[in-house]
C-alpha cells in the first residue's frame, strides 16, 4: 500500500498493473518470472506451474502465467524500443553505403548487422478439427491455420512473424495473414529502412520500402538435370535467412510444449517466449529481475514502468492485450491489401488528378481481379517495385540498364514504364536509331511507392500502345555515316 504524504489517503501500488487482486504470495511471482526465463528454450507450461507450487486449482496456476505474460509483453515493448534506437544508430553510422542490389554483398555488408524476417505457422488446424474436410479452397501457409469455409472458416492455428538480428535478439508478433502490410507494421517497430534485411522471395513487397533488403529463391533448381534443387537455395551471393530459419525451429519445437492454446493468447506466448531469449542481451533488466548487484543504480529509462491503468481486474487488462482475429469477410479483403494504397483523404487530394484517378481505380479493381490476372498483378506490382528501386529522384537512366540490374525481362520492364509514364510518375524520353532498338530513358518524378493497375486486357493494351505514343518524348538521331553515295564526286 502506498500513502499519500498531504491526505494520507491510502491506495494499492498494484492496482493497474498485472499484480492487481493477486490473492497468491507476491513471491510465487518473482519466482515463476525466474523460472520461466531460466528454462528457455524451454517453457514452462501452467499444469507444471500448478505442480511446482502445489496449487490446488488449475485456473490460478493458468492466470498466474496470464499476470507473468502481460508483465514480460510490457518488458518486451521497452526491449523493441532498445533495439530500434541501437539500430537507427547503426544505420546513421553507415548512411552512405548502399548494398548493391546485384552481384555479392559480402563485402558491402561486412561489420554491419543483418537482420532476418520470416512468417511461420506454429498450430495447424487438424482434419478432425476441421470436420474432417480438406483445405482445398486456399493454399500456402496461411490455409493451414483456418478452417474450411463451410464449417466458418475461424482461425484456430497462430500464425507467428519472426524478426531476428544476427547473433542477438528475436521479436514475434502474431498475424492474421502473410500480407506486406503486416509485415511492415512488424518491422517498424523494430528496424529502420536504412539497416540491412534479408528474407526469402515471400517478401517481394518490401522493395521500395527497405533501401538494403536482398532475398534468397529457396525453391531454385539445380542446373544439372540430376539435381532437383541448387545448393544456392539457402545461400547466394552473401545473401541468406538461416538466422531467422534456426530461430524459427526452436520456436517450434518449444510452443509443442502446450500442445495447443487459443489464437487469442498467442501474442502473449510470442512475447513471453521473445524475452526469454533476449533477457541476456539486457543487463538492467535481468538484473533487477534476478537481484544481482546493486538493483537501485538499474532505475531509469532503461527499465519501462508499467503506469497504473483504468482497469479495475487483471480480467479487464488481459483483455486489452488479446489478438483480434479476422473475419471471413475482413480476410477476403485483406488477400488483395497488399494491392492497395493507404491514403487518407487528405494525402490522395495533394496528388495530381491524373494520379488520383489512376489510384482510385487500382484500389476498387483489386478486389474483383481473379485467378492469372491476380497472379500476374501481383508479379508486375513486384516487378515495380525493383525497377523504382534502381531510380533516384531526378536523375536519368537507360532503362535497358535498370532492367539488367533489377534482373526483370525488358519488355515486361517496358510495359510497366508506360503504365506509370501516363500517370505521370516517370518522364520517358525514347531515341529512335535506325533498325536498332529504340533506346528508352526514365526518369524518377515521386519518391513514393503508388499501386495502379498494370495488368491490361486485349483493348487496353493496344490504347496503351497509343496514349505512351502521344506521351513519350521522341528523338529521331542522326543516322550513321555509310560512306559516298555511289556516282558522287567523293567516290
Known sequence: MGQCPICKAQKSLAKGTPLMNLHLPMSYFSYILQEILIAYPSVLTAKAIQKKLVLKSYSSAWLLKKRIQIFMTHLNDSMMEQTKEALSQEASMNMGSKMPF???VSDSIKGRIITNVDTLAIFSVGVRANKFRSRYRHGGITSSIYQSAKVGGAQVGTLASNITIKGSLSFYESHPLTNTDYALSHLEKVITPENVLMADEAYQGLFGHYRNIRTINHSRRANKKIHVFSRER????????NVVEGSNGILKKAMKQYNWFNCKYSQLYLNEFAVGKNIRFFDAEKNVIFGIGDTSKNCGKKIREIRPNNYNSIRELLKNLTYRPITTEERKLGEVGNLRNNLSISELSKLPKLLQDAIKKNDTQVATLRGSRLRSERSLKFSQRKLLSCLN????????????????????????????????????????????REKVRIKLKVAIFYKIILTSNIGEFHNLKKQFDRKATRYKAKPKYRGFKKGSRYD
Open 393 to 436: 529522384i531526378g536523375e536519368w537512366n537507360t532503362l535497358e540498364d535498370v532492367a539488367r540490374i533489377a534482373n526483370v525481362n525488358y519488355r515486361e520492364a517496358l510495359h510497366i514504364i508506360k503504365k506509370l509514364t501516363l500517370v505521370g510518375i516517370l518522364d520517358t524520353v525514347i531515341y529512335q536509331t535506325g533498325n536498332e
Open 234 to 241: 539457402w545461400s547466394k551471393d552473401g545473401v541468406h535467412s
Open 102 to 104: 546485384s552481384g555479392d
